[in-house]
């Protein structure tokens, strides 16, 4: 995937076209949207991604967890474009390369510029009329009256609040989320789950989440994936009701089994 079809939500340089003009997806998932093989990543003599076979559908929520140091931010960033694999093919919708793919990036630190306000913190980098969309956004993540003010009066669940309308601003195919919760409260952190969670539902963007939260990625996610030694140590299907409770057995039951394996039990 190039540079140029990539934007990161911290520096969304150009609107795409494509994006623009594709209507929102089907929330209904179906097809493989997603397609990892053999996936190598080296940093020097330190090989960080061993393989990675992996196959996401359209409009799936993926969770990865795993311990620190096993690859997740890496596996992320390969799929963003951020970096460049070594071996293997990475594809989306069958093209050879993710190039036609709109993806958005949000981290743990939300990245907006604070010297620009909030809806121009949204609006960085697009053209023509875009303030009706970014009020549209800002609207769908409960920030409708934010609009002028400086990210700097914001508190940390309202920042990144913020950094997610920037990503659905461009109306992404797969949203790429990197720890976005770690810095915040419990509470706060349950509010950004559920609104993450009601907006995937409603735009039917498939999701990769990494977290180091299993219960988080249990809650959340279609599927939960376990990296461990830059392998998939486990590639675990979540298929309860929604909205699921933390606290229920279903939810600890599969918690468990991952958090086993997670810990190497
Ligand atoms: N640019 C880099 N240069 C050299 N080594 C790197 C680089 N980026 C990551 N690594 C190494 O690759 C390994 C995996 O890093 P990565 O950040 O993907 O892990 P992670 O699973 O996301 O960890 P954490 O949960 O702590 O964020 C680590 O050993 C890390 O030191």
């Known amino acids: 995937m190039s540079f140029s079809t990539y934007t990161e939500t911290t520096t969304p340089v150009k609107e795409s076209a494509a994006s623009s003009a594709r209507t929102a997806l089907s929330s209904s998932k179906g097809g493989t949207h997603l397609h990892l093989k053999g996936v190598v990543k080296k940093f020097g003599e330190l090989e960080v991604l061993k393989g990675i076979d992996l196959e996401i559908e359209k409009g799936q929520f993926i969770a990865i967890v795993g311990r620190s140091g096993c690859g997740k931010s890496t596996l992320l960033r390969l799929i963003a474009g951020l970096d460049r694999h070594n071996a293997g093919t990475l594809s989306a919708d069958g093209h050879a390369d993710l190039a036609s793919t709109d993806i958005r990036l949000m981290f743990q630190d939300d990245r907006l510029l604070p010297w620009k306000s909030v809806i121009?913190?949204?609006?960085?980098?697009?053209?023509?009329?875009?303030?009706?969309?970014?009020?549209r956004v800002l609207e769908e993540v409960g920030l409708s009256d934010k609009a002028d003010v400086w990210p700097a009066k914001l508190s940390g669940g309202q920042r990144q609040r913020v950094a997610l309308a920037r990503a659905l601003i461009h109306q992404p195919q797969l949203l790429l989320l990197d720890e976005p919760l770690g810095a915040l409260d419990a509470l706060t952190r349950i509010e950004m789950q559920r609104l993450i969670e009601r907006l995937w539902q409603q735009h039917g963007f498939t999701v990769l989440l990494v977290t180091h939260d299993v219960q988080e990625a249990v809650q959340l996610a279609d599927r939960v994936i376990v990296l461990e030694q830059?392998?998939?140590?486990?590639?675990?299907?979540?298929?309860?009701a929604r909205p699921r409770e933390q606290a229920s057995a279903d939810v600890s039951a599969i918690e468990g089994k991952v958090l086993k394996r997670v810990l190497g039990q």
């Not at 121009?120 to 009706?132: E, F, M, R, T």
């Not at 830059?230 to 309860?240: E, P, R, Y």
């Open 120 to 135: 121009d913190n949204i609006g960085l980098g697009l053209k023509g009329d875009w303030k009706p969309r970014a009020l």
């Open 230 to 240: 830059g392998q998939i140590g486990m590639d675990k299907a979540v298929d309860l």
